[in-house]
C-alpha cells in the first residue's frame, strides 16, 4: 500500500505525494484525455458547436499537457511547469480572439477536474492507495486545475489589453485620417474603418474640447457606448461621434464629459468632418476671445453667423473699415449713436417710430440721427449691395473693435490694432443714451 506524510503545506502538496503513484497513473492519462475532451464537447454548449481542427488540437493539447504535468510533478515535484503553462496562457488568449468570455473555459476545467478525480479514484481503489493518500491525491488534482485555470485568466488578460490597445491605435489613426483635410481616398478610410472594428455612418458630429480649470477632466473614452472617437491627449483635444437614431440633441454632453469645456459641430457627412472640426475650434477661439459666450456647452448651429462674418479676421476688418469709414470722422460715442442706429434701421427696414421703439429712444431723435446717417453715407443707404456689407460691417465691428476705435486702428496700422472685444451696439447704446440724454 502506498502511503506518505499527509496534511502538508500548499507549498510542500507535490513532495508529499508518492513518487510511485507516477507509473501507476501514466498508462491511463490517454484515454483520459479523450474522456475529458468529449466530454467537454458534449457537455459545454460553447464547445458542443462546430470547431475548427485548429482550435479543437489547442483544446486537446491543453487537457494532455494539463494531465501529463501533473504526473510530472508527481514523479519529480521540480518538474519545470513552463510548457504546460504557455500552453494555457495560450488557451485563454484564444477564448479572447474567439469573442467568448472565460465562462465555458473555467466550466471546463471544473469538468476535466471531476472526470479525473474519478478516473484517479479507480486507479486508486485498484492499486490499494492509502485513502490518506488519496485524499491528498484530489487536492493535488483540484490545486493543479486552479493553477491551470489562473494562467488561462492571465492569458485572456493580456491579449484583451493587447487588442484594446491595438484597437484604441486604430481607432486614434482613423479618427486622424477622418479630420485631416483633405481625407485620404474613400478606399482607405474604409479599410481603416474594418480594421479599427469601427461601423461606417453616414453623418457624424465632430467636438473640439478644451480642459476646464475646475475640474480633473476624463481620460478615457467617455463616449464608447455611442462608438465615438477621441484624442483626449493632443494638445487640442476632439472628438467624432457618429450619428445615430438617437437625436444629436439627446447626448447629455455635460453629463459624460465631465470636466472638458466643448464647442459641438453640426450633423455632417463623413466626408465634411475636417471642415466641421475647423468651424468648432474657430467657435472655441472666439468664445475664449469673449466675442461669443463662454459656456461649457457652445452649438456651432446657434453661431453660425457669427463663423461666417469672422472667418477672416483681417478681411472682416478691412470690411469694417471700408464700408464704416465715414464714422471715423465722428467722435467715439457719436459713432456708437450712429451705428446703432444704422444697425437697427437696417434690421427693421421700417420708420423712426419702429427704429426708435427697437432703441427705446424718442422717435426725434431717430429723425436726427437718420439725417445725419444720410449726410455721412449718401446713396450707399439705397444700394442693397451696400446696404448688405453694412450691416455685416456693423455685426463685425461689434464683436472685434469698438466702433470709436475705428479712427485710431485704422491710423494705427494691422500691427497695433485692437484685439479685445467691445460690447455689441445693443450694450454699448445705454452709454450712448446716457450722453444724449433723450435729445435732439
Known amino acids: 500500500m502506498l502511503t506518505k506524510a499527509i496534511h502538508p503545506q500548499a507549498p510542500d502538496l507535490w513532495a508529499a505525494l508518492p513518487s510511485e503513484l507516477a507509473p501507476i497513473l501514466r498508462p491511463e492519462m490517454n484515454s483520459l484525455a479523450t474522456q475529458i475532451l468529449s466530454e467537454i464537447q458534449r457537455r459545454i454548449p460553447e464547445y458542443a458547436r462546430p470547431m475548427d481542427d485548429k482550435y479543437v488540437h489547442a483544446i486537446r493539447r491543453g487537457v494532455e499537457e494539463a494531465l501529463s504535468q501533473f504526473v510530472d510533478q508527481i514523479a519529480d515535484p521540480t518538474a519545470p511547469p513552463e510548457r504546460c503553462a ?80 491595438t484597437q484604441a491605435r486604430r481607432r486614434r489613426r482613423l479618427l486622424e485620417l477622418l479630420l485631416t483635410d483633405p481625407q485620404p481616398p474613400h478606399r482607405i478610410l474604409e479599410e481603416a474603418a474594418a480594421a479599427a472594428r469601427w461601423k461606417w455612418p453616414r453623418t457624424v458630429i465632430v467636438a473640439a474640447l478644451q480642459r476646464a480649470d475646475q475640474h480633473e477632466p476624463h481620460s478615457n473614452n467617455p463616449l464608447a457606448r455611442r462608438e465615438a472617437l477621441v484624442d483626449l491627449e493632443c494638445t487640442q483635444p476632439h472628438l467624432l461621434v457618429p450619428c445615430t437614431d438617437d437625436p444629436p440633441g439627446d447626448i447629455p454632453w455635460e453629463q459624460q464629459l465631465t470636466g472638458w469645456r466643448m464647442v459641438i459641430g453640426p450633423p455632417v457627412e463623413i466626408s465634411q468632418a475636417p471642415h466641421a472640426l475647423r468651424w468648432a475650434r474657430r467657435l472655441l477661439e472666439l468664445s475664449n476671445a469673449g466675442v461669443v459666450p463662454n459656456e461649457p456647452v457652445l452649438h456651432c448651429k446657434d453661431h453660425l453667423s457669427s463663423l461666417l462674418l469672422l472667418s477672416d479676421e483681417n478681411l472682416t476688418r478691412q470690411i469694417v473699415h471700408t464700408r ?59 444700394d442693397p449691395q451696400a446696404r448688405f456689407e453694412l450691416e455685416m460691417a456693423l455685426r463685425a465691428a461689434g464683436r472685434l473693435l469698438p466702433y470709436g476705435a475705428l479712427t485710431e486702428e485704422h491710423a494705427a496700422g494691422p500691427d497695433r490694432r485692437a484685439t479685445a472685444p467691445m460690447p455689441t451696439p445693443a450694450v454699448a447704446s445705454n452709454g450712448a443714451r446716457s450722453a444724449e440724454g433723450g435729445a435732439t
Open 86 to 165: 504557455e500552453v494555457h496562457r495560450a488557451l485563454g488568449k484564444a477564448e479572447m480572439h474567439e469573442g467568448r468570455s472565460l465562462d465555458s473555459l473555467q466550466a471546463a476545467y471544473r469538468l476535466g477536474a471531476r472526470l479525473a478525480w474519478r478516473r484517479t479514484a479507480r486507479i486508486g481503489e485498484r492499486a490499494r492507495v492509502a485513502p490518506r493518500t488519496m485524499l491528498l491525491l484530489g487536492e493535488a488534482i483540484y490545486a493543479h486545475i486552479d493553477e491551470l485555470s489562473a494562467l488561462s485568466v492571465e492569458g485572456f488578460a493580456e491579449a484583451q489589453a493587447r487588442a484594446a490597445g
Open 324 to 382: 464704416l469709414a465715414p464714422l471715423e470722422q465722428l467722435k467715439p460715442k457719436q459713432q456708437v449713436r450712429l451705428a446703432e442706429t444704422l444697425l437697427a434701421w437696417l434690421q427693421t427696414r421700417g420708420g423712426a417710430p419702429e427704429v426708435a421703439q427697437r432703441l427705446r429712444v424718442h422717435p426725434q431723435t431717430v429723425r436726427y440721427r437718420l439725417h445725419q446717417l444720410e449726410d455721412l453715407f449718401g446713396a450707399d443707404l439705397n
